[in-house]
C-alpha cells in the first residue's frame, strides 16, 4: 500500500476508474443525461452525445450500460473509430458474435441479417460508437443505411453516436445531413459545476474509506478553477495533491498545495 494511502487512513485509491457501474456517482444533470438516454432508446431513437474530453462521458455511458434492461435490449460498444467501412462493420461482426466476412458488401450483409434477425425475437440493439468525431467519411455515408432498417414501421435498431464537440460540427455539415436527420436527440455533457465538485471528492474519499474531510474548503474551490469541473483532471490533480500533503504530514489538502500540484502539472504538460 503506498504510504500517502495509509497517512490519511485510506483502505484503497480514492479516485481510480476501478469501480463498478452500480458505484458510480452522478450529479443530478449527468442522472437527467441518463435518463434521457434511456427514454430515447425505450423509443427506438438514435442520439448523439457530446462533451469535452474528461467531463464524464464514460461515467454516463457505464450508467447507461448499468440501467439499460437486459431483457429485449443488445449493447454493442464500438471504441475504435479511426477504421474505414469495411473494417468498421467487420469489428461491429465481432462484438455480435459473428464471423466477419472479407469483403465489405459481405460484411454489411452478415449485420443487417443479424439486425432483422434480433428484430424477429424481440431484442433491440443499440450500437454504442464511442469517438465518433473520428468516424472516417465514408463510415458516415453509410451509418445512416443502417438506421433504414424497419419492422412494422419501427425502427430495428438504435445508433448512439458520442464524442467531442467537433462530431456535432461535422453531422451538419451538408453531406452527413441524411444521417443527422435520423439522429432523434442531441445532448450534451457538461461539466461539474463547483457543488457537484466538493460532493465528488466527499463520494470518492468516502469510496476510500474515509469519511472526513481531507480537503479545505478554499482548496476545493481552487481544484474545481483549475479543472473547470473535468471528472479526469479532478481525479488526477486530487490525487497528486493527497500526496503531496502526505509528504508533509498533513492531514489536510489546503489551497497552497492545489497551487503547487497545478503548477507541476503546468510544467508536465506544457
Known amino acids: 500500500m503506498s ?5 490519511f487512513g485510506l483502505d484503497r485509491p480514492p479516485f481510480t476508474k476501478d469501480i463498478d457501474d452500480h458505484a458510480l456517482w452522478l450529479p443530478a444533470a449527468k442522472r437527467a443525461l441518463v435518463d434521457e438516454l434511456l427514454d430515447a432508446l ?31 435490449f443488445r449493447l454493442t460498444y464500438c471504441h475504435n473509430a ?20 472479407a469483403t465489405a458488401a459481405a460484411v454489411f450483409y452478415a449485420v443487417s441479417t443479424h ?9 433491440f440493439p443499440v450500437f454504442l460508437l464511442d469517438e465518433s468525431h473520428l ?28 464524442g467531442l464537440p467537433e462530431l456535432h460540427d461535422r453531422l451538419t455539415l451538408r453531406r452527413n445531413r441524411s444521417l443527422y436527420s435520423r439522429l432523434h436527440r442531441r445532448l450534451h ?38 479543472t473547470l469541473g473535468a471528472l479526469r483532471d479532478i481525479d488526477r490533480l ?27 502539472d503546468a510544467r508536465e504538460t506544457s
Open 3 to 7: 504510504p500517502w494511502i495509509s497517512h
Open 42 to 72: 425505450a423509443a427506438r431513437e438514435s442520439v448523439v452525445l457530446t462533451g469535452e474530453p474528461g467531463v464524464g462521458k464514460t461515467c454516463v455511458l457505464r450508467a447507461l450500460r448499468h440501467g439499460l434492461p437486459p431483457q429485449g
Open 82 to 101: 479511426t477504421l474505414g467501412r469495411r473494417d468498421f462493420y467487420r469489428q461491429l461482426c465481432l462484438a455480435l458474435g459473428l464471423s466477419p466476412s
Open 115 to 123: 439486425i432483422e434477425d434480433l428484430g424477429r425475437e424481440r431484442v
Open 135 to 162: 468516424l472516417h467519411q465514408d463510415t458516415l455515408d453509410h451509418l445512416h443505411i443502417l438506421l433504414n432498417y424497419e419492422w412494422d414501421r419501427r425502427a430495428l435498431l438504435s445508433l448512439v453516436l458520442v
Open 189 to 226: 455533457v457538461e461539466p461539474l459545476v463547483p457543488a457537484d465538485t466538493a460532493e465528488y471528492l466527499r463520494v470518492r474519499l468516502h469510496g476510500g474509506g474515509c469519511d472526513r474531510e481531507l480537503f479545505a474548503s478554499d482548496a476545493v474551490a481552487m481544484l474545481h478553477e483549475a
Open 238 to 264: 486530487a490525487t497528486a495533491a493527497l500526496r503531496e500533503a502526505a509528504k508533509t504530514k498533513r492531514q489536510l489538502v489546503e489551497r497552497d498545495t492545489i497551487a503547487r500540484v497545478v503548477e507541476a
